[in-house]
């Protein structure tokens, strides 16, 4: 059942900004349907914490006052490195960060949470790598609705690097995350594994009314600042807000491309993953391009130098995470797990639970051709030479493709 959490409204100077009312399923739905309601359609829900009550994290990191039990974090993972992100330091359009011990971190959490000079210090535990540090330690599992990952399939499976798209996040009550969309306009989903966290959304476009007179997107959604006409002169344009708490053990399903907001509202431990699949490799692609796009038109005056194309992924690489090479690299890797599928070579088995069938293969691959048709008409996709090679070539895995789909 997918029941529609109550419409507000809420004073926003002098107009009133009708906030969107947030989908939130209770029983269990099949996953051709949240594929079909929410993934494909790229709108945000919630999930029930009936779906993530087996997790081992929710029983062994968590008290039985439901606050996070810091004595158990010390002592499996207290030698960890962790990124920490200081709530009160603004790095560009995110926080500062520094990497800790997880057992300096706890100390901070637990103890007086101040500076040396005495100052309140506000830290926030985020994107810690938690499956890659501990592969055997199956905190939890990956709900169905979100099995059909490539990005994390990818990383997987790639044996020259040792990364992937899954952490952890914890953090006291005020600590936030400032206004932003995620990395590759993946989605992400999000669990709390205890206390609650509230979220602000703006579906994709909305965030253009939040940039100030110079194009800056807002780092705050809930500064009074954006009232001023004179520094946030389309602030009063924008709309389908959309807010939502999230209590213990509930799931969120956050979109493309949507921008939010979010703050803890008690001490708060989250799982979360990012990824991208077959409903937004498109989004995902576009992106790409607008990202290149921008580097281009920021280096133009250096157009005459040697290999230009070749610097300009590299910026690429850097300012976006990934270049074209890449992202076909990706898209090449998981055609090839589908095809060896179709050919009955292997079965595809996701965060080592979900079986994706043949119809799901099918699908993938189908989305797979769309992108590549897009790629093949880039003309700078022919100036990597990484590429050139034509058993590589975006060209070649499109007929392949095309011919099995036949
Ligand atoms: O929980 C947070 O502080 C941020 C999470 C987030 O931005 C996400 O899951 O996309
Ligand atoms: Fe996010």
Known sequence: MIELASSESRENSDCREEIASFPVIHDV??????FREFLEKNRPCLLASHFTEGWRARRDWVTAAGIPDVGYLQQHFGEADVPVADCDQKHYDSQEKKTYKLSDYINYWTGLR????????CLYLK?????RAYPDYSAYTTLQYFASDWLNEFWEVRDDINDDYQFVYM??????????????????????VCGRKRWVFYPPGEEQYLRDSLGTPVYDVDSPTLRDVSQYPHAASVSGRMEVIQEQGQTIFVPSGWHHQVWNLEDTISINHNWINGTNIHTAWDFLVQSLNQVEFAIRDCEDMDDWGGQCQLLLKATHGMDYHEFYTMLRTIATRRLDVLMGKKELTS????????RHCLYDLGRIEGVLERMI???????????????????????TITSALA
């Open 29 to 34: 739905l099949d996953y051709d349907q949240f």
């Open 114 to 121: 101040e500076s040396a000079c005495g100052e309140k210090l």
């Open 127 to 131: 994107d810690w790598h938690f499956v």
């Open 171 to 192: 953090g006291p009550k005020g600590s936030w995350t400032p206004f932003h969309a995620d990395v590759f306009r993946s989605y992400s989903w999000s669990a709390n």
């Open 351 to 358: 965060f080592g639970r979900w079986v994706l069938g043949r």
């Open 377 to 399: 008409d880039d003309p700078r996709v022919d100036a990597i030479p990484a590429l050139a090679d034509s058993d590589l070539h975006p060209t070649q895995l499109l007929h």
